[in-house]
């Protein structure tokens, strides 16, 4: 056995320690994501001007400044800003979910606005609040369309986890490559590293169809079992009993 | 079954006017003008329908008739003019001084209440079943008890005739039946004004007799006030009592389906029944 697979076994508690903060990252990083992603896609369909302002604002702005230097901003400048310390996974969180629910406000706007109108005027002649309306009408139909391009966004948040290197966070990236560097195995480290960032990234595509196939049924939408393998997003769910 | 579980509205009005010679008029269009930008679909349109009656729309397309219904349903906004409905206004609301402005979203959903309306599309929501489809507005607009609704639901549904598809997702039903639910959808919330928009129009043509049938036994058997924009002329002919011939946003001729048909004074009418029938 080659000394990096060695040392990989020995160290074991170390990578998973490291795998920990990765999944942590991820999942924490998407949930604050997904919260903001309907805040602010909901607050850019809202009538009053202002609403919509401080969300297109909001969006342009982390959608707009680097991931990378969002990190640094919150690990290095908020510090001395503010005097208050984040811990690396906590600036991970918050910089992946800041960023990230900025893409996905744009994916909730979008899903929101696909639902067709009819639907909408089918629960005002029936003299549903507008909150009846979004909440029991519009969003279940508009959350099959979202999922799709959830789960892209979902796949390169986790890949963009290493970043947190940067910030010194023993993510999964990192402990790896520490041990490269004591041993010198270089392909076979990051040979490990593409493994294993595709594992998790396809056990999260498959999670995700699995949602995405809970979510048609609902819809009266039947999806077979071959669908939950693919890799691809899925064509735009079509919904029924709207207008044609 | 408690008595007030009856799938039809029982008639209202117990207490008829008695005494006053006029009576208001359910639904009184009063110089309604709807432009889309320079486009003027209704030109101050008037008419009046009573209550219990059941009218019927015709007219060549982009006459303005679903507009009519749309109006009336508060899912287009009126340029100028007023839709008075029992009395009130429909979309506007006196202020202090009197006058007229447009109602907002509260005023809106009470004028709502009596109204309800059944689209070409059907437009019934896919993510619920067909008994939710029917009663989630009985539950959470009107108030009503889960059983109840559910109850009433089902006696609709055997009403339209489907009384085996209360767990059926709306894709999972032909548009037919899609349509026989949207109807017993309507029927849920008691509307006093039902309104029927060119509901055959997206059927098969086979599908399209046992619909008109069902509105027609609806129609015979309840007091609720139709207003129907159709190119059914033989719904028109069996099931109104009055026929409206649009043409340009305007009433160019009504009466009764017998004098429209047979006898209709108005040359643009003969037009277009002859190019109908």
Same mark, same amino acid.
């Given at each position: 056995?080659?000394?990096?697979?060695?040392?990989?076994?020995?160290?074991?508690?170390?990578?998973?320690?490291?795998?920990?903060?990765?999944?942590?990252?991820?999942?924490?990083?998407?949930?604050?994501?997904?919260?903001?992603?309907?805040?602010?896609?909901?607050?850019?369909?809202?009538?009053?001007?202002?609403?919509?302002?401080?969300?297109?604002?909001?969006?342009?702005?982390?959608?707009?400044?680097?991931?990378?230097?969002?990190?640094?901003?919150?690990?290095?400048?908020?510090?001395?800003?503010?005097?208050?310390?984040?811990?690396?996974?906590?600036?991970?969180?918050?910089?992946?979910?800041?960023?990230?629910?900025?893409?996905?406000?744009?994916?909730?706007?979008?899903?929101?606005?696909?639902?067709?109108?009819?639907?909408?005027?089918?629960?005002?002649?029936?003299?549903?609040?507008?909150?009846?309306?979004?909440?029991?009408?519009?969003?279940?139909?508009?959350?099959?369309?979202?999922?799709?391009?959830?789960? /892209? @966004? &979902?796949?390169?948040?986790? !890949?963009?986890?290493?970043? %947190?290197?940067?910030?010194?966070?023993?993510? +999964?990236? $990192?402990?790896?490559?520490?041990?490269?560097?004591?041993?010198?195995?270089?392909?076979?480290?990051?040979?490990?590293?593409?493994?294993?960032?595709?594992?998790?990234?396809?056990?999260?595509?498959?999670?995700? /169809? @699995? &949602?995405?196939?809970?979510? !048609?049924?609902?819809?009266? %939408?039947?999806?077979?079992?071959?669908?939950? +393998?693919? $890799?691809?997003?899925?064509?735009?769910?079509?919904?029924?009993?709207?207008?044609? | 079954?408690?008595?007030?579980?009856?799938?039809?509205?029982?008639?209202?009005?117990?207490?008829?006017?008695?005494?006053?010679?006029?009576?208001?008029?359910?639904?009184?269009?009063?110089?309604?003008?709807?432009?889309?930008?320079?486009?003027?679909?209704?030109?101050?349109?008037?008419?009046?329908?009573?209550?219990?009656?059941?009218?019927?729309?015709?007219?060549?397309?982009?006459?303005?008739?679903?507009?009519?219904?749309?109006?009336?349903?508060?899912?287009?906004?009126?340029?100028?003019?007023?839709?008075?409905?029992?009395?009130?206004?429909?979309?506007?609301?006196?202020?202090?001084?009197?006058?007229?402005?447009?109602?907002?979203?509260?005023?809106?959903?009470?004028?709502?209440?009596?109204?309800?309306?059944?689209?070409?599309?059907?437009?019934?929501?896919?993510?619920?079943?067909?008994?939710?489809?029917?009663?989630?507005?009985?539950?959470?607009?009107?108030?009503?008890?889960?059983?109840?609704?559910?109850?009433?639901?089902?006696?609709?549904?055997?009403?339209?005739?489907?009384?085996?598809?209360?767990?059926?997702?709306?894709?999972?039903?032909?548009?037919?039946?899609?349509?026989?639910?949207?109807?017993?959808?309507?029927?849920?919330?008691?509307?006093?004004?039902?309104?029927?928009?060119?509901?055959?129009?997206?059927?098969?043509?086979?599908?399209?007799?046992?619909?008109?049938?069902?509105?027609?036994?609806?129609?015979?058997?309840?007091?609720?006030?139709?207003?129907?924009?159709?190119?059914?002329?033989?719904?028109?002919?069996?099931?109104?009592?009055?026929?409206?011939?649009?043409?340009?946003?305007?009433?160019?001729?009504?009466?009764?389906?017998?004098?429209?048909?047979?006898?209709?004074?108005?040359?643009?009418?003969?037009?277009?029944?002859?190019?109908?029938?």
């Amino acid at each position: 056995m080659s000394d990096f697979l060695s040392t990989l076994v020995d160290e074991f508690p170390q990578v998973r320690a490291g795998l920990w903060v990765t999944l942590q990252a991820t999942v924490l990083g998407s949930l604050l994501a997904l919260l903001l992603s309907f805040t602010l896609g909901l607050m850019a369909g809202s009538k009053l001007l202002l609403v919509r302002g401080v969300s297109r604002t909001v969006v342009e702005f982390f959608r707009g400044t680097s991931l990378y230097i969002q990190l640094f901003w919150l690990y290095y400048a908020m510090p001395q800003l503010t005097g208050y310390e984040l811990t690396p996974v906590v600036c991970g969180v918050v910089a992946f979910g800041l960023n990230y629910g900025a893409y996905g406000s744009e994916i909730v706007r979008g899903a929101i606005n696909s639902v067709p109108r009819a639907q909408y005027e089918a629960a005002v002649a029936l003299n549903m609040s507008p909150f009846h309306r979004m909440r029991k009408v519009i969003l279940p139909q508009a959350w099959v369309q979202m999922i799709p391009s959830f789960t /892209n @966004l &979902l796949i390169q948040l986790l !890949k963009c986890t290493p970043l %947190l290197w940067l910030i010194s966070a023993a993510d +999964l990236m $990192t402990v790896v490559q520490q041990i490269r560097d004591r041993t010198g195995e270089t392909l076979t480290a990051y040979l490990t590293l593409l493994a294993a960032y595709f594992v998790l990234a396809y056990a999260l595509t498959l999670l995700m /169809n @699995l &949602l995405e196939r809970s979510a !048609k049924r609902r819809l009266g %939408l039947h999806t077979g079992t071959r669908s939950l +393998l693919r $890799t691809r997003s899925a064509e735009a769910a079509t919904t029924a009993g709207g207008a044609r | 079954m408690a008595t007030d579980s009856a799938p039809l509205k029982e008639p209202a009005d117990a207490t008829p006017a008695t005494g006053t010679a006029a009576v208001e008029p359910l639904v009184r269009f009063d110089k309604v003008v709807k432009r889309y930008g320079d486009h003027v679909v209704l030109d101050e349109l008037d008419f009046t329908v009573r209550r219990g009656e059941h009218v019927t729309l015709i007219g060549p397309s982009g006459s303005g008739k679903t507009t009519i219904l749309r109006l009336l349903m508060t899912l287009e906004k009126v340029s100028d003019g007023v839709i008075w409905v029992d009395g009130s206004p429909l979309s506007h609301v006196r202020t202090a001084d009197g006058s007229l402005k447009p109602a907002g979203e509260k005023q809106l959903r009470e004028s709502r209440k009596k109204i309800g309306m059944v689209f070409q599309q059907f437009n019934l929501f896919p993510n619920m079943k067909v008994l939710q489809n029917i009663t989630e507005a009985p539950v959470n607009v009107l108030g009503m008890a889960r059983e109840e609704a559910e109850a009433r639901a089902v006696d609709l549904l055997d009403l339209v005739g489907l009384s085996g598809k209360v767990d059926a997702h709306p894709s999972q039903l032909s548009g037919g039946q899609q349509q026989r639910v949207a109807i017993a959808r309507a029927l849920a919330m008691r509307p006093e004004i039902l309104l029927l928009d060119e509901v055959t129009s997206a059927l098969d043509p086979e599908l399209v007799a046992g619909v008109l049938d069902l509105l027609g036994d609806i129609a015979r058997s309840t007091d609720i006030t139709m207003l129907c924009v159709t190119h059914e002329m033989n719904f028109a002919r069996d099931v109104s009592k009055k026929v409206l011939m649009f043409d340009a946003g305007r009433v160019v001729e009504s009466g009764s389906p017998e004098k429209i048909f047979s006898d209709p004074e108005h040359e643009r009418t003969r037009e277009f029944l002859n190019a109908v029938l």
